[in-house]
C-alpha cells in the first residue's frame, strides 16, 4: 500500500518526536542501557561512579603499599581495590581489633601508615638491641670464664592460665608488664584500654623491652594515643641520653604541632639532665635549635608556646645571648607570623618569656595587651621565679605580693623561703615560711590547700625545723599528699625518734587510703624516696608492699597501670 510523502514525514517526525521525549525522561537509564559503539560511552550513575572511584585510588593506594611493605598484600600497587586486597583488609582489621568490613577509608589509611612509621622505628630499636646483645653474647664467648653464660637456652614460654603468683613473689619488669598487658585486654572500654596500653608501653620502652613495646602499639586503636606513645619512647631515649634516637622517634610523628610540643619536651628533659651533670651546653643548644627549625613551620599559637618554653629552658643555663637570640625570634613571630585574633594568647607567652628573663616590667607591659587576672598571676610566679634563680630573694618578695590568689602565693613563698634560708637569712626565712602556712590555710579549695600545706611542711624539713614540718603534715586533709608528703620528710628528718614515729605516720596514713590503687602507687613512690635517700634495703621493702597491694586490685584498669608503675619503679630500683 502506498503513503503520500506528506504523511509518511509526518510519521517519521511523530517517531523522531517520541523517542527524543523517551531518551529525555529515561536519561541516565537509557544511556545506561546504549549499546556500544553508537558514541554513548557511560550513563551519568556510571560517570558518578567512576568519579568516586577515582577520588578513592589515591586511598586504595595507600592502602596497598603498608600491606605490601608488611608482606601481607602481594597484587599490584595500581589504587584498585580485589577481593584480594579486601581480604587482607579484613585481616588487618580483625589483628588490631577494628571493624571488620573490608573498606579502604582515608582514616583506615591513616591509621596504616603511622602504625607502619611506628613499627619501622621500633624495628630499628629492636635491631639495635639486637647488636647490642651481640656484642655482648661474643664478649661472653671470648672470655672462658662466661663463656658458658652465652649459650643459656631461652626457656621462657607463654603461661596460658596466667598464675602470676611466681611473679608477685619475686617481680621482675618483664613479668610485671606481662601481667599488665594480660590485664589490659580485659579492660571493656576502648578509651582506658588505649590510656593503660600507653602507661604499658612507656614502661616497656623504659625497660627495654622493645619486641613488647611493638606489640603493645599494634594494640593501640586511638591514633592521638599512638602519638602519645611516639613521645614517651622519644622522653625515654631522651632521659637515657640517646639524644640522636629520641630525635628519630620524633621524626615520625605525622602531626607537626605535636611533633614540636616533642621537641620542646626533649628540649626540658636535657636540661634537667645538664642539672644533674648528664648533659652539656651543646645538647641543649641542639635541642634548641631543633625546636627552632620546627617552630619556623608553625603559624599557629603553638610554634610561639614552643619559643617561649625554649626562652625559659635556655635562661636557665644563663646562656644571655643565646636566650636573647630565641627571644628576639619569638618577638618577630609574635609580631609578624600570627593572625590577629590570635595576638592575645601570643602577648600571653611573650610575657612569660619576659618573665623568666627576670624582666617583670616588661613582662607586665606585653600583658596589658589583653585583661586576664589569671594570666597577670603566671607571669608574677614566673617572674619571681627568674629573681630566685638570679639569687635575689627579697625582690621576689616583692613580686609575689602582687598576687592575689592564696594558692599560688602560699606555694611560692615556701620556695621564696628556702632561697631565704639558702643564703643564711634564717628569720626572713622562717617569716616568709610562716606567712606561706597562713595563706595556705585561707584557700578554700580543699585538695589546694592540702597541696599547699604539703609544701609548706617539705619547706619546714628543707629548713630543719622537723617538728613544724611534722604537725603541719598531719593538718593535711587529702590522705594521698599527707602520705606523699610524710614519705618525703623521711628523706628530709635526721632524728632517729621523730624518723621512727614519722615513718609509722606515714604507713597509717598510706593505709587509710581507701583506693588499693592509690595505696599501691604511695608505696611506689615511696620505695623510690627511699631508694634516692640511699637506703636500698628500705625501698625494696616498701616496694615490695606495694606490690602486695597490687596484687590485690581485680579491676582490669587499675591493675594494668598500677603494673605498668611498679616496673617502671623496679627498673629504676635496679
Known amino acids: 500500500m502506498a503513503y ?21 525522561l529515561n536519561l541516565g537509564e537509557g544511556f545506561a542501557a546504549a549499546p556500544e559503539g553508537l558514541g554513548i560511552e557511560k550513563s551519568r550513575e556510571e560517570l558518578e561512579k567512576g568519579d568516586k572511584l577515582f577520588e578513592g585510588n589515591s586511598v586504595v593506594l595507600r592502602i596497598q603499599k603498608v600491606l605490601a611493605a608488611e608482606g601481607r598484600y602481594h597484587g599490584r600497587l595500581d589504587g584498585r581495590m580485589t577481593d584480594d586486597l579486601k581480604a587482607a583488609i ?59 653464660l652465652a649459650s643459656k637456652p631461652d626457656t621462657e614460654k607463654a603461661n596460658p592460665t596466667r598464675d602470676a603468683t611466681a611473679c608477685f613473689s619475686s617481680p621482675t619488669a618483664t613479668c610485671l608488664l606481662f601481667e599488665a598487658a594480660e590485664s589490659a585486654k580485659a579492660i571493656p572500654k576502648k578509651d582506658r584500654r588505649d590510656w593503660a596500653l600507653g602507661e604499658i608501653l612507656a ?40 639524644q640522636k634516637e629520641a630525635h628519630e622517634a620524633i621524626a615520625v610523628i605525622p602531626d607537626v604541632s605535636e611533633r614540636l610540643e616533642a621537641y620542646v619536651k626533649i628540649t626540658e628533659i636535657v636540661l634537667e639532665r645538664y642539672k644533674q651533670k648528664k648533659s652539656s651546653l651543646e645538647d641543649i643548644n641542639l635541642a634548641a635549635q631543633y625546636v627552632i627549625e620546627n617552630s619556623n613551620s608553625s603559624t599557629d599559637i603553638d610554634g610561639v608556646s614552643a619559643l617561649s618554653r625554649t626562652v625559659a629552658v635556655l635562661a636557665a643555663t644563663k646562656q644571655k645571648s643565646k636566650t ?13 607570623f600570627l593572625p590577629l585574633e590570635k595576638r592575645v594568647d601570643a602577648y600571653r607567652h611573650l610575657s612569660a618569656a619576659y618573665a623568666v628573663m627576670g624582666n617583670s616590667a616588661k613582662a607586665l607591659k606585653a600583658l596589658k595587651r589583653h585583661s586576664s587576672g589569671a594570666d597577670t598571676t603566671s607571669v608574677l610566679v614566673a ?14 618578695l616583692n613580686t609575689a605580693y602582687g598576687i592575689t590568689a592564696d594558692r599560688y602565693l602560699s606555694v611560692l613563698l615556701t620556695k621564696i623561703a628556702v632561697a631565704q634560708f639558702d ?28 597541696f599547699a600545706l604539703s609544701k609548706v611542711a617539705l619547706s619546714w624539713g628543707v629548713m ?33 625518734e621523730k624518723r621512727d614515729q614519722l615513718e609509722q605516720n606515714a604507713l597509717d596514713a598510706s593505709n587509710g587510703i581507701k583506693s588499693g590503687f592509690s595505696r599501691s602507687w604511695i608505696f611506689a613512690d615511696a620505695a623510690l624516696s627511699s631508694f634516692r635517700d640511699g637506703k636500698p634495703e628500705k625501698a625494696r621493702e616498701t616496694f615490695m608492699t606495694g606490690i602486695a597491694i597490687a596484687d590485690t586490685i581485680t579491676n582490669p584498669w587499675g591493675r594494668a597501670r598500677i603494673l605498668a608503675k611498679l616496673a617502671n619503679v623496679l627498673v629504676e630500683l635496679q
Open 324 to 336: 636573647n637570640e630565641i627571644l628576639k625570634l619569638l618577638e618577630q613571630k609574635v609580631d609578624s
Open 90 to 148: 579484613r585481616v588487618y582489621q580483625k589483628r588490631n581489633r577494628l571493624l571488620v568490613d573490608g573498606k579502604a577509608t582515608k582514616r583506615l589509611a591513616k591509621r596504616m601508615e603511622t602504625h607502619d612509621k611506628v613499627q619501622a622505628l621500633l624495628n630499628k630499636l629492636e635491631q639495635a638491641r639486637q647488636n647490642d646483645l651481640e656484642k655482648a653474647r661474643l664478649a661472653l664467648l671470648s672470655n672462658p670464664l662466661t663463656k658458658h
Open 4 to 24: 503520500p510523502i506528506k504523511i509518511i514525514f509526518t510519521k517519521i517526525s511523530v517517531a523522531i518526536i517520541l523517542g527524543l521525549l523517551f531518551a529525555i
Open 383 to 396: 617572674a619571681a621565679k627568674a629573681q630566685l634563680r638570679e639569687g635575689h630573694p627579697e625582690e621576689a
Open 203 to 242: 614502661a616497656q620502652t623504659k625497660a627495654g623491652l622493645i619486641r613488647q613495646a611493638m606489640v603493645t602499639v599494634e594494640r593501640i586503636s586511638d591514633l592521638r594515643l599512638v602519638v602519645v606513645a611516639l613521645r614517651n619512647i622519644a622522653v625515654q631515649q631522651a632521659n637515657a641520653g640517646r
Open 464 to 496: 630543719g625545723d622537723s617538728g613544724k614540718a611534722v604537725i603541719t603534715a598531719q593538718e593535711i586533709k587529702d590522705e594521698r599528699i599527707k602520705a606523699q608528703t610524710m614519705w618525703s620528710l623521711l628523706s628530709l628528718i635526721k632524728e632517729t
Open 423 to 450: 643564703q643564711g637569712k634564717f628569720l626572713e626565712a622562717r617569716g616568709t615560711l610562716a606567712r606561706a602556712a597562713t595563706k595556705s590555710l585561707e584557700i578554700r579549695l580543699p585538695f589546694a590547700r592540702s
